[in-house]
């Protein structure tokens, strides 16, 4: 399958080539279109990447930048130490050059006696010297006392590039030191606000999936209300048509009003017969007295 895949690609490369070259067009047209493709393949890949990888990768990024600004720190600090040498180096240079300096000093009083004298023997430095001993150790002095200022003139110079450097460098370390705890703290933030932004994101496409959901709900629930209420509708207006085409007295409600209707005429007869039972009483009573009443004779 793999050696098929090969076959493939250089049969394509191949034929693309041979299109470039009938074309009249020039090679590097065509590595141009290879490197543009080559980028926009990178680029597709770097995207599709997951964020954990690119967040390793920053992070190794930051570590080793790190290890480096320990390494220069550390360098820093051994050219520091050669300063500190080279300065008390320096120091001593002055010191003997210092010292030699007041013994010349001394002896040229007594070379200038001695010559002008002629004397055989000195006395310096608490030790007695024939005159061409004296003389001998005056020129090793000053041979050495030359040296000795050359060497510290040398030193003086290189001591004042080095601290330059050394100073230059602690800038420039301070700056990187900056400037890393900078990237630090904008990483973190970064981050912060990333994580915060998916948390947002997740939010709100709970609250769309929510909304969208109630709406579905809402309408789904409004069809069926719809529905329940055309069907309570259709079997109130059935029950409404089937009483209007009833008997009537096989109504229920029409049985309940003959029978208070049968009440009420029944009252109303009772309240009328109750009047007029104490006039038909009293007339009653009249007429059997004229009745018992002898006729008077004519």
């Known amino acids: 399958m793999m050696r098929k895949l090969m076959v493939l690609i250089g049969s394509l ?10 074309s009249s067009r020039s090679v590097s047209e065509l590595t141009g279109y290879f490197r543009a493709t080559a980028d926009t393949t990178v680029d597709n890949l770097t995207q599709q990447i997951p964020d954990a990888i690119h967040d390793r990768k920053l992070e190794t990024e930051l570590q080793v930048a790190r290890q480096q600004l320990i390494d220069r720190q550390v360098d820093l600090n051994l050219s520091r130490s050669q300063v500190e040498q080279l300065r008390q180096d320096v120091t001593e240079l002055d010191a003997s050059v210092a010292r030699r300096q007041r ?115 809402a309408a789904n629930v409004s069809q069926t209300v719809d529905r329940l209420q055309h069907d309570v509708q259709k079997i109130e207006a059935r029950n409404e048509a089937r009483r209007s085409l009833a008997p009537a007295d096989a109504r229920p409600g029409n049985q309940v009003g003959r029978a208070w209707s ?16 104490p006039a038909s009483a009293e007339a009653d009573r009249g007429a059997e007295k004229k009745a018992k009443k002898p006729a008077e004779p004519k």
């Open 13 to 22: 490369t191949v034929a693309t080539c041979g299109l470039f070259v009938v």
């Open 103 to 217: 013994l010349l000093a001394e002896a040229y009083p007594v070379m200038k006696t001695a010559v002008a004298r002629n004397q055989a023997s000195v006395r310096f430095a608490s030790t007695d010297f024939s005159l061409g001993d004296f003389q001998k150790e005056v020129d090793d002095l000053m041979t050495l006392q030359d040296r000795e200022s050359r060497q510290r003139e040398i030193k003086r110079d290189g001591l004042a590039r080095l601290e330059k450097s050394w100073t230059e460098g602690e800038r420039a370390l301070n700056e990187m030191r900056t400037a890393l705890e900078g990237l630090d703290q904008q990483v973190a933030v970064l981050r912060s606000r990333r994580d915060q932004a998916q948390v947002e994101s997740a939010t709100l496409d709970l609250i769309s999936s929510a909304t969208a959901g109630r709406q579905t709900v």
């Open 262 to 277: 049968r009440l009420e005429a029944l009252k109303t007869y009772h309240d009328a017969e109750s009047v007029q039972s």
